[in-house]
C-alpha cells in the first residue's frame, strides 16, 4: 500500500495471458487504467495510453485499443545458402488462419546480423512452386497478389510487404526475400529467432508464428532445438544429386532411392553430418533393409566413413550422430533409400550439414554445409487443366486438356482423360492428331466421358494439348473433377500401369445460356490496336438472364476466356477496365445503352484466362459493359474466340479480333556475310535480302526497316527489287508480280508502295520480297529487322520483328570469271577461273567451298572433277561434290603443314565424327608462319587462293537471289567463319520442245469457235507470262479463250486468257509460275481457228512482268509450224424422211411428210456437204453420229456431185464405223474429184434408236452429226464440222420421229371400187395414247362416211395435213376396237398407195410433224371386179357389137338379197357411145331374169337393171351393145363397170376394164445409143429393160420430139457389144450399143405435132444429140445408174409413116354344132385397106371347143375377093406359119415384109364342139404385129374382135370355099404343139 500523489510516476508490471482469440483494435478490448481510493466510492478511468513510438513496429504509437495476435498454424523459413555471410534468398511459407481484409500485409523479423538491407522485393517462388504454375492440379501454394510495397525496417531487422487484397484464411502462401546472412552468430537460439506474422489495413497484427519459423518441419519444436537450420562457417561444394525411380510411394508403395554424389570436403573433418530432406519427402526409416544403401558408388575414391550407416529420424532427417572423419583428398558418394511425395510442400532443396547441431557459429563447431537442389522431374502429370471455350447448354464448343509430362511417352502409351460428373451427356469427336489416336469411351459405374489418348510414335516430355469437338448436354450440370494420368497402355483402361502419376483438377460446368455477349467492333473501341504483341483493348458486351434490375443471391463470379495467346497476369485487375466513362470515353450514345460492371475484387489469370470475383452480385437483364487491355498475341490463335461464365450463366463463344501480324515470316541472306570493302548497292559484291510473309490486312504500302548497319541505298527507284506473289487458296500457285508506284529507299529503311487500284497487298495470298542492300561492316549479332504495313486507307496494317542472322567476316578479295571465248550459252562448257581471300587465318582441318550458283555442273566428260587449284601451287587436290541436282561445290581442306594430304585422302573429305579435332580460335590479319607455295595451315588471311574449274552452263539462267557464286570458310567444327559472294554474268538460253497441237476435243473445223489447242514447252528460264502468237493462216482469235492446267485430271483449273479483239491472234497467259527446266503445258479452249483451214504458225513467247509493270522478254520458240487446220464441212439442207416417202414412192405425200418411227429400218438422211479443203482419193469420209440417234446401214447409199443442174455420183467404198457411223472412202476417178466448195448430195439409210430433239428456238448451231475427213498422214481430220449443224436446217418438218403405234390392226379384206365397207381393227384406246388424238387415215380416194360409225370420232377431214387423204380424227374407242363405214375409191392412187394409217397426234392433230406415234397396213385390197369387153377397135365403126363380162363377188352378192333389183353400169372410155335397143342382148342371167338396158346420162353410158337375177347363181353377167368407136383411142382409154344395189350404193366395180386400142397412124423408127464402161452385155441388157420399163426411154424421146410421153411406145430394145462402125468410144473399155426400136402416135392434145411435124424433127441434124442429152437427164431423174453415152444416137432406119389395118368384124361359119361332133368352122375377114404392120392372126375358141389341126395341111387360108393370097410364111423360110400351144388357141404367122391387100380373106379349121355350152361362148380374133402375141391384151395386139359362138344344135352354116390357098406353095412341115413360150421383153 502507498499513495500515489499528483505528478509521481507509477510503473506496474503485469503478467497476464492472452486470450485464446484473435483481438483486433475495432474489437472494443483497449488498455484502461482507473485509480482509487477506499474512502472514495467512484471510478476514475484514465484516457486510453500509448506505446512509446520507440516501440512500434511501424513507427507511431499504438491506440489505446491493443490487438492480440493469433498463432501461425504454419510458417516456415527456408535458406538458400546457410554460409556465414553469404547472399541468401530465403523461402518464407506461411498458412493464413485469419483473413485479412480488405487490405493486408505480411512482415518478417530475422534474426540478430540478418540484413535485408535497405531495400526489399517480395517475389514469387516461381511456376514449379504456385498454383497455376508448372505442378500439379493439387498444388494450393498461393503467391501474393497485388503488392504494393516491400519495405525494410533495418534496425528492427524487419522487411513488410504491404497489399491491396486480402490474405485468405485457409490459403498457404509462399514468397521469396534477399537477406545477407551475418558473419557470426553467438548463441545456437539466434538461429531460431525469424518471426512471420500477418497484419491487417489498419496494421494490427493478425497472425504470428511461435517460437520461430526457421524449422525444417514447418513448426516450433522446443523439445528439439536443433530441428532447425543454422549458418554454417563455409559452403562446401554441392553434391549432385541422381534419382533413381521418381513415382510417388503413395501409389507404388515402392521405396526410391537416391545417390548423392561427388561428396569433397574443402578440409580434414571429423563431426556429425545432417542431411535434411524438404517436406514431405521421408528417409526411409529401414535404411539398410531396404536394399539400397550404398556407401561407395560410381567415381568414389573412398568409402562412406566407416561404412556407417545413417539413422532416419523424423522423416526428414537423415544422420550420422556419430563424428565421422573426411578427407579432404578423397572423394565420397553414397546411396540411400526413401519415399518420393507427390510433390514438395514448401521448398524443394535438400541440405547437407557437417557440425555439432548444438552448437553454434562462433564455436567452431559449425564447418560448412551446402543446399542441393531437389529433382525437377517429379513423375506426376503438372500443369494440367481442363480449358473449354463455354459451358452454355447444347453449345457445340472446344474441350481442351492440357498436361506437362515428365516422362517420355513411347509408342502404344499415352494418356486417359477421365471427365467429371459434368461430362455424363457430354458428346465428343476425337481429334486429328499427327503422333498420336483417340478413341473415346466412357467410366462403367458413372458413365461420365473417358478420352484415351494413345501415342503412334514417341512424345517428348513436355507440354501436350488435345482439343477436342464436343456438344454440351442439354441440362445443367455442376462441375466434376476430371482426373489426368500418363499410362503404359490407356486402351486397358481402367486396369492401367503409370508413366506419369495422375492428377485430379476441375473441370467445368453446364449452364444456362446468357442472354447476351459480343465483342464491340475495333472501330468503336478506345485503344483498339490488332497488331501483334501490342497493348490492345476489347469491348465486351453481355447480359445474364433473369428478371430486370434482379440480383444474384451471392457476391459474383466469372471467368473469361480470351483468344489463345492473350495473356493475363496472375493478378490481372488492371486489365479489367469497368468504369463506363472509361469504356466510351468519347461516345455517349453507347454510354446511354450500356452500364459498367462493378470493379472485380480479385482477378486470376492464368495464360488465355481470367478467374474474377466480386464483392457484390451481378445484376441480371441489364446491358453491362467492361473492357479487357491485354497485349495481343504473336500470332492468330487457331481457337480465336472470346467467352464468358457468370455465376449459373454461359456465353456462346464470339470471334475475336484478327490479329494484324505478317504469317509465316522468314529471311534469308543471299550471303550470310558482312559487307565486302568497297561493294555498292546493287553491284556484283551486293547482297540481298529475300523476305517471304503472308499479311493479314489489304495494305497500301509497307516498310522494311533493317538494324543499323544494313543499307538499302539512297533512291527512289524500284530497281533491285522483286516483289511476287502467290494466291494460298491455290495448291499450285501461280507466280504474280505486285506492281510497285514507288519505292523509297534510305538507308536502313525501305518503303514501297503498291500501284493502287489494281495491286495492293491481301491476306489471299504469300509474297515474295528480294531486295539488293549491303549488310554491315561488322560481323556477329544485330537487332531483328521489323516489317510493318499500312492499311488501305491510312489505317494500321500488320507488323512483325523477324530474327536477323548472324553475318560472318566477308571475304577479302572475290573475283569470278570466264576465261573462254565463247559466247555464254546454256549447255555449252566454259573455263572459270575464281580467285579469293579470307580475313581470317585458316588453320588444320578448315574447309573451303566454293559453291556454283545453281544449275551449274561440273564437265565430267573430262574428268571426274575438272578443278585445279591454280595458287597456291600446291596444296589439297580439289573435290567435286554435288549434293542434288544443279546443286554443286567445290571442297578444298586445309592440310596441316606437318604432313602433306594425298589425292587419295582429298577425294573423300568426310570426317570420322569420333575423331578429336584440334581447333584453334582464327588469328587476326598479321604475319605468321607459312608456305606461301602450299596451302596448308596455318593459311594466312588474305592469302590469295585460286583454282580453274570447267563448267557447264544451265538451261536457265538462276534468279537474281540465286545467282550467286559463293565462297565460305568454315573452322573444323563447320563453324562459319568467313563467307562472301559475287553475281553472276548473263548467258543465252533456248526454249526447249515446243509444240502447239490442235486437241480433237474440241472444234476442229476452220473458222469455229470452241478449239481447244495444247501448248507445251520446257522454258530454259523462270517467267510469269506466256503470249501466244497464231501468225497463219488469217482469221485465229483467242478472244474468248480460256486457259487451262489439266495436270490433275480430278482438279482441272480454267482462267480467263487475256485476248484482245485488237488482236485476236495473240493470246496472253499472265500471273502464272513458269518454272525453269519444269515442263509447261496448258489447254486453251474456246479458240477460234483460223478461216479456210491449212497449215498453222505459231511462236511462244515467255515473259516477266517489270516491277513497275513493264514487260520483259525472256524466252521465244520462233514461228514454227504446228499442224494442218482442218478445214470445214460445211452441212445444209437436212432431211430426215421416211424411206417409202423418200425413196420408195416419193409422190405419197403422207410418207414424204410422216416423220420415221424409232426401230424401224426406214429413216433415210439426206443432207448436202461441201468440203473448205480438197478430198483426195483414199481418204475416209466419216459421218458419226455421236448421240447414237441412228443406226446406219450400207442399203442404198448414195453420194453425188452437184455439177450445174445435174448431179454426178461420186465414186466411194462404204464401210460401217461401229453402229452410230458411216465411213466412205473416196475412190480414185478420173471423172470425178471431191472437188473444195463444191457441194455434194449425201443420201443414208438408218434406224432411228433414239427421239430427235429439235434445238432451242434461238439457236443458231446445234450439236449433233459429226463430219470428218481422215487422212492416213494426219493426226487430225482435213475437214470437220465438229458435230455442228445450223439449227436452221432443224426443223419441225424435216427433224422429227415417231413411235411405232401400239396396239394397231387392220383386218385384211377386199372391196370393190366405189364400194361401201366397213373396215375394223384394233386401235389405241384413249388412255393408250396418253392423250393425243386417235387418227385413221385412209387412202387417198377413201370416202369416210361423216359422222363416224359405229366406231365415233372428232371430225372427218379430207384432206389431212395436205397430203390428200381423208382421216378421222379422234377416234374414241375405249376397248381398242375399231369400226369404221367407208367408200372406197375408183382405184387405188397406185399399188403402193394403199396404205391406211392409225396415229397418235400431236399438239395440233392435222400436224404430220407433230405425229407421236404411227404404223401402216394396207388392210383393204381394192378387188377389181373380174370384167371384160370385146370388141371390133376399127376407128370410126358404127354398131359394132360391144361384149361385156363381169363377175360380182361374194361379198357384193351377199348384199343383194337373192331376185333384188339391182343396177349394172358400164361407162365407156369418152369419144365411144354406148347404144341400148335391140343391139342390147342379156346373154347372162337369162329368164325368168329380167334386163333392161337405159342409155345413160352421157352417151358413153348405159345401165342395165336386173330383177329377178339370183346373182349367186348367175355367176358371171354378159350383155351385149352396140357400139360406136371414135377416130383415135381416148387418152384415158378405160371401160368401168359397177355393180349397184337397189339403194343405188355401188356394192362391186371394176374401173380399170381396159379397152381395145384402134389401130393409129404412126411413124415407125430405130435408134442405137453407143455405151462405154460397161460391166457386161448382161450388165447392159439388164439396164436397158429398166430404162425402157422406168419411162427414161419414152420420156427422153418425148422431150426431144415435144410430144406427150403417151404417144411414144417403145417397140423393142436389145444391148449388142460393140458400136457402129461410124461411132468410135474410148479405147481400152468394154463399149456396147443399145438398139431402140418405137414408134410415134399422134396426139389428141392441143398444140402436140401431127405426124408430118414429128417426121421432120427426127430428120433434124440435132435430133440425135439431144436425144443423148435428154436421155441421160432422165437416168439421173429416174435413179439409174449413170452411164457414159456417146455424144449423139445413131440412127438405123429413118422413121416412116406406117398405116393401120382397118378390117371388119370377123364373122363365123360352121359345119356342125351338135355335142362333141366334128366339123370345120370357118373365120372370115375383110381389110379395107392395105396394111404392111400384120405379123401374124390370133384365133381363140372359147373353152370346151378343139381345134383338131395336127399338121398345117389342116388348115386352109383362103382368098375371098383379096387381089392377092394372104401372104403367110412362104416356102423355104425357117419355121412353119402356124402355131398352136391349146387345144383353143391358134397363130397364123405372116412373113417379115408381107403386105396384107385390101380384100376379104377367111381360115378354115377342123374343130370339135363340147359337151355342153360354155358360159363364155366368145371367139377371139387378134391381128397382131408382132409374132409373139398370144392374147387380145398383148402388147402387139394392133385390134382385137370378140365375136358371139355358136352353140349346141345352132344352125350351121358353113358353104364350100371359093378359093383355097394351096398349101403346096408352102414348105410343109410338122406343127409345133406343145406349150410355147412367148418372149414378152419390150423393145
Not at 538458400?80 to 483473413?99: K, R, W, Y
Not at 486470376?604 to 446491358?623: F, T
Not at 357384193?1452 to 342390147?1480: D, E, H, Q
Request: aromatic share 8%; glycine share 8%; net charge negative.
Amino acid at each position: 500500500e502507498f499513495a500515489i500523489l499528483p505528478g509521481m510516476s507509477v510503473y506496474l508490471q503485469v503478467s497476464v495471458r492472452n486470450p485464446s482469440f484473435t483481438v483486433n483494435s475495432t474489437s472494443g478490448y483497449g488498455w484502461e487504467l482507473a485509480v482509487w481510493d477506499e474512502e472514495t466510492t467512484g471510478l476514475q478511468l484514465s484516457s486510453g495510453f500509448e506505446v512509446p513510438a520507440s516501440v512500434s513496429s511501424a513507427g507511431s504509437g499504438f491506440a489505446r485499443y491493443a490487438t492480440v495476435a493469433a498463432k501461425l498454424t504454419f510458417v516456415q523459413v527456408l535458406p538458400s545458402s546457410l554460409a556465414a555471410g553469404a547472399q541468401n534468398t530465403i523461402q518464407v511459407f506461411f498458412a493464413v488462419g485469419v483473413t485479412a481484409y480488405p487490405a493486408s500485409g505480411v512482415e518478417v523479423e530475422a534474426p540478430p546480423g540478418f540484413d535485408f538491407g535497405s531495400s526489399c522485393s517480395a517475389e514469387d517462388l516461381g511456376d514449379d512452386y504456385h498454383r497455376g504454375g508448372n505442378v500439379p492440379s493439387f498444388v494450393t501454394l498461393e503467391r501474393l497478389r497485388n503488392t504494393k510495397a516491400c519495405t525494410v525496417y533495418p534496425e528492427l531487422r524487419l522487411a513488410s510487404v504491404s497489399m491491396d487484397r486480402p490474405l485468405y484464411q485457409g490459403k498457404t502462401y509462399g514468397f521469396s526475400l534477399n537477406v545477407q546472412n551475418p558473419s557470426s552468430q553467438a548463441a545456437p537460439e539466434e538461429q531460431l529467432q525469424w518471426i512471420v506474422r500477418t497484419r491487417d489495413a489498419t496494421g494490427a497484427i493478425l497472425e504470428e508464428s511461435f517460437g520461430g519459423a526457421a524449422w525444417y518441419q514447418g513448426m516450433p519444436q522446443a523439445e528439439i532445438r536443433n530441428d532447425g537450420w543454422s549458418l554454417y562457417a563455409s559452403e562446401m561444394v554441392a553434391p549432385t544429386l541422381r534419382w533413381g525411380d521418381l513415382l510417388p510411394f503413395s501409389t507404388t508403395m515402392i521405396t526410391a532411392s537416391v545417390t548423392i554424389f561427388p561428396v569433397q570436403v574443402p578440409y580434414h573433418v571429423t563431426c556429425p553430418v545432417r542431411i535434411v530432406a524438404p517436406l514431405p519427402w521421408v528417409w526411409e526409416p529401414a535404411v539398410e533393409q531396404s536394399g539400397y544403401w550404398k556407401d561407395t558408388v560410381t567415381g568414389s575414391t573412398a568409402p562412406w566413413p566407416n561404412g556407417t550407416i545413417p539413422v532416419a529420424t523424423g522423416e526428414t532427417y537423415l544422420q550420422w550422430d556419430t563424428p565421422l572423419f573426411f578427407s579432404a583428398s578423397e572423394t565420397y558418394g553414397i546411396r540411400v533409400p526413401l519415399r518420393v511425395p507427390w510433390w514438395p510442400t514448401t521448398g524443394s532443396s535438400f541440405i547437407i550439414e557437417f557440425g555439432y547441431r548444438n552448437g553454434s557459429l562462433d564455436d567452431g563447431h559449425n564447418h560448412f554445409a551446402a543446399v542441393m537442389p531437389g529433382p525437377s522431374a517429379l513423375r506426376v502429370i503438372r500443369s494440367a487443366w481442363v480449358d473449354h471455350l463455354t459451358g452454355r447448354m447444347e453449345e457445340e464448343q472446344v474441350v481442351r486438356v492440357q498436361v506437362t509430362t515428365v516422362s517420355p511417352i513411347y509408342r502404344q502409351e499415352g494418356f486417359v482423360f477421365e471427365g467429371g460428373s459434368a461430362t455424363r451427356r457430354l458428346e465428343c469427336t476425337c481429334p486429328s492428331l499427327e503422333d498420336a489416336e483417340c478413341d473415346i469411351t466412357s467410366e462403367a459405374a458413372t458413365g461420365s466421358l473417358v478420352l484415351q489418348i494413345v501415342a503412334t510414335r514417341t512424345l517428348n516430355p513436355g507440354r501436350h494439348s488435345f482439343s477436342f469437338k464436343c456438344t454440351n448436354p442439354p441440362n445443367l450440370y455442376a462441375a466434376g473433377t476430371w482426373k489426368v494420368g500418363a499410362y503404359q497402355d490407356p486402351l486397358s483402361y481402367p486396369e492401367l500401369d503409370m508413366v506419369d502419376a495422375a492428377t485430379e483438377l476441375a473441370g467445368f460446368s453446364i449452364q444456362e445460356s446468357m442472354f447476351r455477349f459480343e465483342r464491340l467492333e475495333g472501330k468503336w473501341t478506345a485503344g483498339f490496336d490488332p497488331r501483334p504483341l501490342r497493348q490492345g483493348s476489347t469491348i465486351l458486351l453481355f447480359s445474364l438472364p433473369g428478371d430486370p434490375g434482379a440480383v444474384a443471391a451471392s457476391n459474383s463470379k466469372a471467368r473469361l476466356r480470351a483468344p489463345e495467346g492473350m495473356n493475363f497476369s496472375m493478378n490481372c485487375l488492371d486489365q479489367i477496365v469497368t468504369d463506363i466513362l472509361q469504356i466510351f470515353p468519347d461516345n455517349e450514345t453507347l454510354r446511354e445503352q450500356y452500364q459498367g460492371i462493378a470493379a472485380p475484387f480479385t482477378c486470376e489469370g492464368r495464360d488465355n484466362m481470367a478467374l474474377l470475383e466480386w464483392q457484390v452480385p451481378m445484376p441480371h437483364n441489364v446491358s453491362l459493359a467492361f473492357r479487357v487491355d491485354a497485349v495481343n498475341p504473336e500470332l492468330q490463335a487457331t481457337y480465336n474466340l472470346w467467352a464468358l461464365e457468370v455465376d449459373d450463366a454461359s456465353s456462346r463463344s464470339v470471334a475475336g479480333a484478327i490479329v494484324q501480324t505478317f504469317k509465316d515470316v522468314s529471311l534469308e541472306l543471299a550471303s550470310q556475310s558482312a559487307r565486302m570493302a568497297g561493294s555498292k548497292v546493287g553491284d556484283l559484291y551486293s547482297n540481298i535480302i529475300r523476305l517471304i510473309f503472308s499479311p493479314s490486312t489489304e495494305a497500301e504500302s509497307m516498310v522494311v526497316t533493317a538494324p543499323a548497319g544494313f543499307d538499302f541505298g539512297n533512291s527512289s527507284s524500284c530497281d533491285g527489287l522483286k516483289f511476287i506473289g502467290r494466291e494460298l487458296a491455290d495448291p499450285y500457285p501461280v507466280p504474280f508480280t505486285l506492281e510497285l508506284s514507288g519505292c523509297n529507299q534510305l538507308q536502313n529503311r525501305l518503303e514501297v508502295v503498291f500501284a493502287l487500284p489494281d495491286f495492293n497487298m491481301t491476306p489471299t495470298a504469300y509474297y515474295t520480297l528480294d531486295v539488293d542492300l549491303l549488310t554491315p561492316e561488322l560481323t556477329g549479332s544485330f537487332d531483328r529487322f521489323h516489317l510493318s504495313s499500312t492499311a488501305i486507307g491510312g489505317g494500321i496494317g500488320d507488323e512483325v520483328y523477324i530474327d536477323t542472322p548472324i553475318l560472318a567476316s566477308s571475304l577479302q578479295i572475290f573475283q569470278v570469271k570466264t576465261v573462254s571465248t565463247e559466247n555464254p550459252r546454256s549447255g555449252e562448257t566454259a573455263v572459270i577461273d575464281a580467285e579469293f581471300a579470307f580475313p581470317v587465318t585458316a588453320y588444320a582441318a578448315s574447309n573451303i567451298r566454293l559453291s556454283l550458283p545453281p544449275g551449274f555442273i561440273f564437265n565430267e566428260t573430262v574428268r571426274k572433277c575438272p578443278v585445279d587449284l591454280t595458287s597456291p601451287s600446291s596444296g589439297p587436290v580439289p573435290t567435286c561434290r554435288c549434293f542434288s541436282i544443279g546443286d554443286c561445290a567445290i571442297l578444298l581442306n586445309v592440310i596441316s603443314n606437318s604432313g602433306g594430304d594425298d589425292a587419295d585422302d582429298a577425294e573423300d573429305n568426310s570426317t570420322d565424327s569420333d575423331a578429336v579435332i584440334s581447333t584453334t580460335t582464327p588469328a587476326a590479319c598479321g604475319d605468321v608462319d607459312h608456305d606461301p607455295n602450299m596451302l596448308a595451315a596455318p593459311w594466312p588471311c588474305g592469302g590469295n587462293i585460286s583454282v580453274r574449274m570447267e563448267v557447264i552452263y544451265p538451261a536457265t539462267v538462276p534468279s537474281d537471289f540465286a545467282y550467286n557464286w559463293l565462297t565460305q570458310l568454315n573452322d573444323a567444327s563447320d563453324e562459319l567463319l568467313s563467307m562472301g559472294s559475287m553475281r553472276g554474268w548473263i548467258f543465252e538460253t533456248a526454249m526447249q520442245g515446243p509444240s502447239v497441237r490442235l486437241l480433237p476435243s474440241g472444234a476442229l473445223r476452220a473458222g469455229a469457235y470452241g478449239a481447244v489447242l495444247s501448248i507445251y514447252f520446257v522454258p530454259a528460264n523462270p517467267a510469269q507470262k506466256v503470249v501466244i502468237t497464231a501468225s497463219k493462216p488469217d482469221g485465229w482469235s483467242f478472244d474468248r479463250a480460256s486457259v487451262c492446267d489439266v495436270a490433275d485430271e480430278d482438279n482441272v483449273v480454267c482462267i480467263n486468257g487475256l485476248g484482245s479483239t485488237a488482236s485476236p491472234q495473240v493470246l496472253q497467259i499472265d500471273n502464272l509460275e513458269i518454272k525453269a527446266q519444269v515442263a509447261f503445258a496448258r489447254e486453251i479452249r474456246d479458240v477460234k481457228l483460223a478461216d479456210g483451214g491449212g497449215l498453222a504458225t505459231f511462236e511462244l513467247a515467255t515473259f516477266i512482268r517489270g516491277q513497275t509493270g513493264e514487260q520483259v522478254a525472256v524466252d521465244s520458240s520462233g514461228e514454227m509450224v504446228s499442224f494442218l487446220v482442218p478445214g470445214v464441212v460445211e452441212v445444209t439442207d437436212i432431211n430426215v424422211r421416211v424411206y417409202r416417202g423418200f425413196i420408195t414412192d416419193p409422190g405419197d405425200k403422207i410418207f414424204a411428210l410422216l416423220p420415221p418411227r424409232l426401230a424401224v429400218k426406214e429413216s433415210v438422211l439426206t443432207f448436202f456437204i461441201q468440203f473448205s479443203q480438197e478430198v483426195r482419193a483414199n481418204d475416209a469420209i466419216v459421218f458419226d453420229d455421236p448421240s447414237g440417234s441412228f443406226l446406219f446401214s450400207k442399203d442404198d447409199l448414195l453420194m453425188q456431185q452437184v455439177q450445174g443442174s445435174s448431179l454426178q455420183n461420186v465414186p466411194i467404198r462404204p464401210s460401217l464405223k461401229g453402229q452410230t457411223g458411216m465411213k466412205l472412202i473416196v475412190q480414185a476417178s478420173n471423172a470425178v474429184t471431191v472437188a473444195p466448195n463444191v457441194r455434194h448430195y449425201v443420201r443414208m439409210i438408218a434406224t432411228l434408236r433414239d427421239w430427235l430433239k429439235l434445238p432451242p428456238a434461238d439457236a443458231v448451231h446445234t450439236q449433233w452429226f459429226n463430219v470428218y475427213v481422215e487422212r492416213e498422214s494426219e493426226p487430225l481430220p482435213t475437214c470437220v464440222n465438229d458435230a455442228l449443224l445450223e439449227a436452221k436446217y432443224l426443223t419441225e418438218d424435216k427433224w422429227a420421229a415417231a413411235y411405232k403405234t401400239y396396239p394397231f390392226f387392220l383386218k385384211q379384206q377386199s372391196g370393190a371400187p366405189l364400194a361401201q365397207i366397213q373396215v375394223m381393227g384394233t386401235i389405241p384406246t384413249p388412255e393408250q395414247a396418253t392423250g393425243g388424238d386417235v387418227i385413221l387415215i385412209a387412202p387417198i380416194g377413201v370416202t369416210l362416211l361423216s359422222p363416224c360409225m359405229p366406231t365415233p370420232c372428232k371430225e372427218v377431214v379430207q384432206d389431212w395435213s395436205g397430203t390428200g387423204r381423208p382421216a378421222a380424227v379422234g377416234l374414241n374407242s375405249s376397248t381398242g376396237s375399231l369400226a369404221l363405214r367407208v367408200e372406197l375409191p375408183r382405184d387405188w392412187e397406185s399399188e403402193n398407195r394403199k396404205d391406211w394409217l392409225v396415229m397418235v397426234g400431236g399438239a395440233d392433230p392435222y400436224n404430220s410433224y407433230q405425229v407421236a406415234a404411227w404404223n401402216n397396213e394396207p388392210s383393204v385390197s381394192l378387188r377389181q371386179m373380174p370384167a371384160d369387153v370385146s370388141y371390133a377397135a376399127v376407128a370410126k365403126t358404127l354398131n359394132v357389137q360391144l361384149t361385156v363380162k363381169l363377175t360380182p363377188g361374194e361379198a357384193a352378192i351377199a348384199l343383194i338379197p337373192g331376185g333384188a333389183r339391182c343396177y349394172v353400169k358400164v361407162r365407156a372410155p369418152n369419144g365411144y357411145v354406148l347404144k341400148c335397143g335391140t343391139l342390147f342382148q342379156s346373154i347372162s342371167p337369162t329368164a325368168p331374169a329380167e334386163a333392161i338396158c337405159e342409155e345413160g346420162e352421157t352417151t358413153n353410158e348405159a345401165i342395165v337393171a336386173l330383177d329377178n337375177a339370183i346373182l349367186e347363181n348367175v355367176g358371171t353377167l354378159m350383155f351385149t351393145f352396140g357400139m360406136d368407136t371414135p377416130a383415135i383411142n381416148p387418152s384415158n382409154n378405160i371401160f368401168v363397170m359397177s355393180l349397184l344395189d337397189a339403194g343405188n350404193i355401188s356394192v362391186d366395180a371394176n374401173v380399170q376394164v381396159p379397152a381395145m386400142k384402134i389401130p393409129q397412124q404412126r411413124i415407125q423408127s430405130s435408134i442405137a445409143y453407143g455405151i462405154t464402161g460397161i460391166e457386161s452385155l448382161d450388165w447392159l441388157q439388164q439396164w436397158a429393160v429398166a430404162a425402157r420399163d422406168s419411162g427414161a426411154l419414152a420420156s427422153s424421146m418425148a422431150e426431144t420430139l415435144q410430144v406427150p410421153t403417151a404417144s411414144v411406145e417403145i417397140d423393142g430394145v436389145e444391148a449388142k457389144l460393140g458400136v457402129p462402125s461410124s461411132r468410135r468410144l474410148q479405147a481400152g473399155s468394154l463399149s456396147g450399143t443399145l438398139q431402140v426400136d418405137f414408134s410415134i402416135y399422134e396426139s389428141e392434145e392441143a398444140d402436140s405435132p401431127s405426124l408430118a411435124e414429128i417426121e421432120t424433127a427426127m430428120s433434124q441434124a440435132s435430133f440425135t444429140t439431144e436425144l443423148v442429152q435428154n436421155l441421160g437427164d432422165a437416168v439421173s431423174e429416174a435413179g439409174l445408174s449413170s452411164v457414159t453415152l456417146a455424144s449423139e444416137a445413131y440412127k438405123l432406119s429413118d422413121g416412116k409413116v406406117l398405116q393401120p389395118p382397118n378390117c371388119t368384124t370377123p364373122t363365123l361359119r360352121w359345119s356342125t354344132s351338135a355335142a362333141q361332133t366334128e366339123g370345120k368352122v370357118r373365120v372370115d375377114l375383110i381389110f379395107q385397106s392395105s396394111t404392111t404392120l400384120l405379123k401374124a392372126v390370133l384365133v381363140k375358141m372359147p373353152e370346151g371347143y378343139e381345134h383338131l389341126m395336127r399338121s398345117a395341111d389342116d388348115m386352109s387360108v383362103i382368098q375371098r375377093g383379096a387381089a392377092s393370097p394372104f401372104p403367110v410364111l412362104d416356102n423355104g423360110e425357117d419355121g412353119s406359119f402356124l402355131e398352136t400351144w391349146s387345144p383353143q388357141t391358134i397363130r397364123v404367122l405372116l412373113k417379115d415384109d408381107a403386105n396384107v391387100l385390101a380384100g376379104g380373106y377367111a381360115f378354115e379349121i377342123p374343130f370339135k364342139m363340147p359337151a355342153r355350152n360354155p358360159k363364155e361362148n366368145f371367139w377371139e380374133v387378134s391381128l397382131c404385129m408382132d409374132v409373139h402375141c398370144d392374147g387380145p391384151r398383148h402388147e402387139s395386139v394392133i385390134t382385137s374382135f370378140s365375136i358371139l359362138g355358136f352353140a349346141i344344135g345352132d344352125t350351121p352354116n358353113l358353104l364350100t370355099s371359093e378359093t383355097v390357098y394351096d398349101a403346096s406353095c408352102s414348105f410343109r412341115r410338122p406343127m409345133l404343139f406343145g406349150l410355147l413360150v412367148a418372149v414378152s421383153s419390150h423393145w
